[in-house]
């Protein structure tokens, strides 16, 4: 656990310097952000989708709750690189949703169950912290059976949202090439900075799987 978030503060330590890099760096077309969502938008029929500018760094998202594409104040406003890709990038999870991607429709349907897998898997530590085992209430391998079965779903979560994630970025590579929003050298920038984005995405994963093994060995035990 202590060897991931090691890992997880390096990949998001150099995340933020790419991103911070390539802020430097602007776009040949002059586009902000959201210009830059917007065409790609409307380049693949997307009528129904808004895009919005939400508080903070790194917040960007699309919400298929409401069909919004939210961009942080300097994506939003942003003409450089690392703006365009990020954009693009949230836009093709918007392209995903128009198109009924089916590693995006089963991630959306699990968001419920990580959620109170999330909020039970506290519980059941405290549970496990105060020794409820002891009072005949669970189990020690009943308090551990449980937390398999809800570290799973957010290791399932976390496993699934990976496709989800790079076909994301494929798509908003793809189209920012053919519609010549950026050169080519800007184009491996923004390739470059989607791929360190991807990485928490890969730790995240790699983390989950490692922490249910070590669940399933407590266990075995």
């Known amino acids: 656990m202590i060897a991931f978030m090691i890992i997880g503060g390096i990949v998001s330590s150099r995340l933020k310097s790419k991103f911070k890099k390539y802020s430097q760096i602007p776009t040949s077309s002059g586009m902000s952000g959201k210009e830059i969502a917007e065409k790609m938008l409307h380049d693949n029929n997307i009528c129904d989708v808004k895009v919005i500018s939400v508080p903070g760094k790194l917040t960007d998202h699309y919400n298929p709750m409401d069909k919004t594409v939210n961009l942080s104040p300097d994506v939003y406003?942003?003409?450089?690189?690392?703006?365009?890709?990020?954009?693009a990038h949230e836009c093709g999870h918007a392209v995903q949703h128009a198109t009924a991607y089916q590693w995006l429709q089963m991630r959306s349907q699990m968001v419920p169950m990580v959620n109170m897998s999330n909020k039970m898997m506290s519980t059941v530590f405290l549970l496990g912290i105060f020794g409820v085992s002891?009072?005949?209430?669970?189990?020690?391998?009943?308090?551990?059976?449980?937390?398999?079965?809800?570290?799973?779903?957010?290791?399932?979560?976390?496993?699934?949202?990976?496709?989800?994630?790079?076909?994301?970025?494929?798509?908003?590579?793809?189209?920012l090439r053919s519609s010549g929003i950026t050169n080519e050298e800007e184009l491996s920038h923004?390739?470059?900075?989607?791929?360190?984005?991807?990485?928490?995405?890969?730790?995240?994963?790699?983390?989950a799987a490692t922490y249910l093994l070590y669940y399933v060995s407590l266990l075995r035990d």
């Open 77 to 87: 406003q942003g003409r450089h690189v690392s703006a365009a890709a990020v954009a």
């Open 134 to 175: 002891f009072l005949g209430v669970f189990s020690f391998h009943q308090l551990i059976m449980l937390f398999i079965i809800l570290q799973a779903v957010v290791t399932a979560f976390t496993l699934i949202t990976l496709p989800v994630e790079f076909d994301a970025s494929r798509r908003a590579l793809v189209w």
């Open 190 to 207: 923004a390739n470059d900075a989607l791929r360190w984005a991807a990485s928490t995405y890969v730790v995240a994963a790699l983390a």
